[in-house]
């Protein structure tokens, strides 16, 4: 019976949003923005809550079990502390909250997105192999706009320059443009699917 | 004299959306005929698509092994995008099957609403093949809403638990090389699909199988068998026959009549 | 711990990245076609022209993204055009805040009058769409706290029909939503400055003109401190940048040599 309201409920929402996508009445605007922001946000808010919570729960199970017990206490304690500096100082320049974000998050970030540097190192030794035309090709085009993004200058600069840029416009484009009509259908039937009730996976349903 | 014009009321439909309007309403229609039409439903055949061939192999791999599955939807979806909805409905299938071997199922993700609903797919499943009690509620993780926050944690989770199949089916952005790579270094089977046409390169490069863009939306009715699922897949392909139409025509239309602008909308 | 090959693919990349940096080199660079017509029309703005910086970025793409940021505040300040920063992701709020302090210190312009700081706004679409209506509604104050009426820069902002563009500092799609939201919607001209990993989801926009124009990555923040004649963070990572290439390109050779040996090997 719940999920049956859920689908319903689904299945009014989804119809009223592609209604109003058409229409510009200040009255639709403002139902579309209600649905987007104060909705979304109460929703977002609640689970959040529940994600926070679930968190906590998981992570002081593991610490009782003696399970990855330091990794465990530094997230709770990133957890809590964050949100404590920000009450008690607020969260201006100059704030704990923000020396520590500035001097622990941003190294830390910055830190983990670098790992991309070495991984794309490890995964071009391993994986950029000529095994097919397919893959030459591929191969090939990686070779082509990394040289043309790394050379410094002169007449070989710009001629490679030149080339990649016509990779880019043309050939990669297309196969970029079928791709996202693709993904746009695919989008769209999903999306019926779910309105009109034939798929109900996300409902944690049966088929 | 002073002439009273009567404020002009605001419209109710906005008249330059009629061409999205027609093409959304042709695009129903093709879905919904090839839905409800029998025939036409029996008569279609899904071509095989490898990488969902392999998820029931990398599931028994998993369960021989005595190794956990790792199924991560990206950081880059919310539960609204279609995306992030055709995800859940592999994730059903996936943990009915990791149900059915008894092979634990972990499930890491950024975003609280999405480990919400994936808690009560999960559950479902469990439920519906008769094993309610080999739910792991813990298993489905909330772990952090910054990207590589988010990129580390399923890294660090990949290297301690060492799963012997990762699938990475979502929305991925920068971390999708991060945690392929680290799969790859602890010998996972990978099955990725996105519809990040950037990150696809590096899915290519990292991993065993790559769903491209659209397949990941034909996973839930390939995997379940389900017909009208099924069908609703072909008429992307239909659509598709359109699209090309409509381009041909309008490659046509503006070689002969340089000055014609009905295709541009 | 017993070390893999791929840890010594690491090692290297750390050498020549290390060892790039210590010789302190800053190689002259190409210009591209994009980062010309990013830097013209910069300068083709007349001055006291108002912009939107909206840092959309996170933390972690601070090092790729900071000296083009860097590299078009220098040139816009010197240029005389007005700036409004703002943020749609939270981690950029308090970045955004420091390049533009820092710029601004180093070209004596005056907070309140040259440019003003307006702050986080979470739900990036409908902060997009609520500022096409009203940048005050959407902001009654600034980052620092001042009303929206107070401060000089603002007084006859009321939304986008004022701004001559919006300049997204991003790392993901956020541009894509300024396009969607700002550019259709509004009409806004929107330009960008992005990691170089997303360059190429924007050609579509660029050939459709959605998006005016882009710098992407080091590179780009290397050729438009070059274009403006300032020295910055984009010349001073190039050798690094082009060295890990070159890296890089040695290592699919090395991969390949490897594969067809093994095979002629193994047939």
Same mark, same amino acid.
Request: with cysteine.
């Given at each position: 019976?719940?999920?049956?309201?859920?689908? /319903?409920?689904?299945? /009014?929402?989804?119809?009223?949003?592609?209604?109003?996508?058409?229409?510009?009445?200040? =009255?639709?605007?403002? /139902?579309?923005?209600?649905?987007?922001?104060? +909705?979304?946000?109460?929703?977002?808010?609640?689970?959040?809550?529940?994600? =926070?919570?679930?968190?906590?729960?998981?992570?002081?199970?593991?610490?009782?079990?003696?399970?990855?017990?330091? +990794?465990?206490?530094?997230? /709770?304690?990133?957890?809590?502390?964050?949100?404590?500096?920000?009450?008690?100082?607020?969260?201006?320049?100059?704030?704990?909250?923000?020396?520590?974000?500035?001097?622990?998050?941003?190294?830390?970030?910055?830190?983990?997105f670098a790992l991309l540097a070495f991984f794309v190192a490890s995964a071009s030794f391993r994986g950029f192999r000529a095994r097919s035309l397919p893959a030459a090709v591929l191969l090939l085009s990686a070779v082509l706009?990394?040289?043309?993004?790394?050379?410094?200058?002169?007449?070989?600069?710009?001629?490679?320059?030149?080339?990649?840029?016509?990779?880019?416009? +043309?050939?990669?484009?297309?196969?970029?443009?079928?791709?996202?009509?693709?993904?746009?259908?695919?989008?769209?039937? =999903?999306?019926?699917?779910?309105?009109?009730?034939?798929?109900? =996976?996300w409902l944690g349903g049966g088929r | 004299m002073i002439l009273l014009v009567p404020p002009t009321p605001d419209p109710w439909f906005d008249i330059v959306k009629l061409p999205t309007l027609i093409a959304a309403i042709i695009a129903i229609i093709v879905v919904l005929y090839t839905t409800y039409h029998k025939a036409s439903r029996d008569k279609y055949r899904p071509r095989p698509i490898a990488g969902l061939r392999a998820v029931d192999d990398a599931i028994g791999r998993a369960t021989e092994m005595a190794r956990p599955v790792l199924f991560t939807p990206g950081w880059g979806g919310d539960i609204q995008r279609p995306t992030t909805i055709a995800s859940m409905n592999i994730l059903?299938?996936?943990?009915?099957?990791?149900?059915?071997?008894?092979?634990?199922?972990?499930?890491?993700?950024?975003?609280?609403?999405?480990?919400?609903?994936?808690?009560?797919?999960?559950?479902?499943?469990?439920?519906?093949?008769?094993?309610?009690?080999?739910f792991r509620e813990d298993d489905i993780r909330f772990v952090s809403t910054s990207q590589f926050?988010?990129?580390?944690?399923?890294?660090?989770?990949?290297?301690?638990?060492?799963?012997?199949?990762?699938?990475?089916?979502?929305?991925?952005?920068?971390?999708?090389?991060?945690?392929?790579?680290?799969?790859?270094?602890?010998?996972?089977?990978?099955?990725?699909?996105t519809d990040s046409t950037i990150q696809l390169a590096f899915f290519i490069v990292a991993c065993d199988y790559t769903l491209i863009g659209?397949?990941?939306?034909?996973?839930?009715?390939?995997l379940s068998g389900?017909?009208?699922?099924?069908?609703?897949?072909?008429?992307?392909?239909?659509?598709?026959?359109?699209?090309?139409?409509?381009?041909?025509a309008s490659i046509i239309c503006a070689w002969i009549i340089p000055t014609a602008t009905w295709w541009k909308f | 711990m017993k070390l893999e090959p791929r840890h010594y693919t690491f090692l290297g990349l750390l050498v020549v990245v290390f060892g790039s940096m210590l010789l302190g080199i800053r190689p002259e660079v190409s210009i591209s076609e994009e980062t010309r017509r990013m830097h013209a029309y910069i300068d083709s703005l007349p001055e006291g022209s108002t912009l939107i910086y909206s840092f959309d970025h996170e933390s972690s793409s601070l090092p790729e993204i900071r000296p083009a940021a860097l590299a078009l505040l220098r040139h816009s300040f010197s240029k005389g055009h007005r700036i409004v920063g703002l943020a749609l992701l939270a981690e950029g709020t308090g970045i955004g805040y420091r390049l533009m302090d820092m710029v601004a210190h180093e070209q004596n312009k005056q907070y309140g009058s040259d440019w003003v700081y307006l702050g986080f706004k979470p739900q990036y679409i409908a902060a997009i769409l609520s500022m096409g209506e009203s940048l005050q509604k959407t902001f009654p104050q600034d980052y620092l706290g001042h009303p929206y009426d107070s401060l000089a820069l603002l007084s006859g902002i009321i939304n986008y029909s004022q701004v001559n563009a919006v300049v997204s500092i991003?790392?993901? %799609?956020?541009?894509? *939503?300024?396009?969607? $939201?700002?550019?259709?919607?509004?009409?806004?001209?929107?330009?960008?400055?992005?990691?170089?990993?997303?360059?190429t989801t924007y050609d579509p926009y660029i050939?459709?003109?959605?998006? *005016?124009?882009?710098?992407?990555?080091?590179?780009?923040?290397?050729? $438009?401190?070059?274009?403006?004649?300032?020295?910055?963070?984009?010349?001073?990572?190039?050798?690094?940048?082009?060295?890990? *290439?070159? $890296?890089?390109?040695?290592?699919?050779?090395?991969? %390949?040599?490897? $594969?067809?040996?093994?095979?002629?090997?193994?047939?």
């Open positions: 019976m719940s999920r049956r309201v859920a689908q /319903i409920v689904c299945a /009014i929402f989804g119809i009223a949003m592609f209604l109003l996508f058409f229409s510009p009445h200040p =009255t639709a605007r403002a /139902i579309t923005l209600s649905i987007t922001t104060e +909705y979304w946000q109460l929703i977002y808010a609640s689970a959040l809550i529940v994600g =926070t919570i679930s968190f906590l729960r998981v992570n002081l199970k593991n610490i009782q079990r003696g399970n990855d017990t330091i +990794y465990r206490v530094v997230s /709770i304690i990133g957890l809590l502390a964050m949100p404590v500096c920000a009450i008690i100082w607020g969260i201006n320049v100059g704030s704990p909250f923000m020396w520590t974000f500035e001097n622990i998050q941003v190294p830390m970030q910055s830190t983990v706009i990394l040289m043309s993004r790394s050379w410094a200058e002169g007449e070989i600069a710009n001629a490679l320059i030149s080339t990649a840029d016509w990779v880019r416009s +043309y050939p990669s484009m297309a196969a970029r443009r079928a791709i996202l009509i693709g993904i746009g259908l695919g989008s769209l039937t =999903t999306s019926l699917r779910v309105i009109i009730g034939i798929e109900r =996976t | 059903g299938q996936v943990a009915e099957k990791t149900a059915q071997y008894d092979c634990r199922l972990l499930y890491p993700t950024h975003d609280p609403v999405i480990q919400s609903v994936a808690q009560e797919v999960i559950r479902e499943s469990y439920v519906r093949t008769g094993y309610p009690d080999r926050g988010y990129a580390a944690a399923v890294e660090g989770m990949i290297s301690r638990q060492h799963p012997a199949a990762v699938l990475l089916l979502g929305t991925f952005e920068a971390e999708s090389l991060i945690i392929a790579e680290t799969g790859n270094s602890v010998g996972a089977i990978q099955i990725a699909g659209e397949e990941l939306f034909a996973a839930s009715g390939y389900d017909r009208a699922i099924l069908a609703s897949v072909r008429a992307q392909d239909m659509l598709k026959v359109i699209i090309v139409l409509v381009l041909i | 991003g790392d993901g %799609n956020m541009a894509v *939503h300024w396009i969607e $939201y700002g550019q259709s919607r509004f009409g806004v001209t929107i330009t960008s400055a992005m990691t170089a990993a997303m360059v050939s459709s003109g959605q998006l *005016h124009a882009l710098i992407g990555g080091l590179r780009g923040a290397a050729e $438009y401190e070059t274009l403006s004649g300032q020295s910055g963070g984009g010349l001073r990572g190039m050798l690094a940048q082009a060295s890990a *290439h070159v $890296y890089v390109l040695l290592l699919i050779l090395a991969g %390949n040599v490897i $594969y067809f040996i093994a095979r002629r090997r193994g047939a």
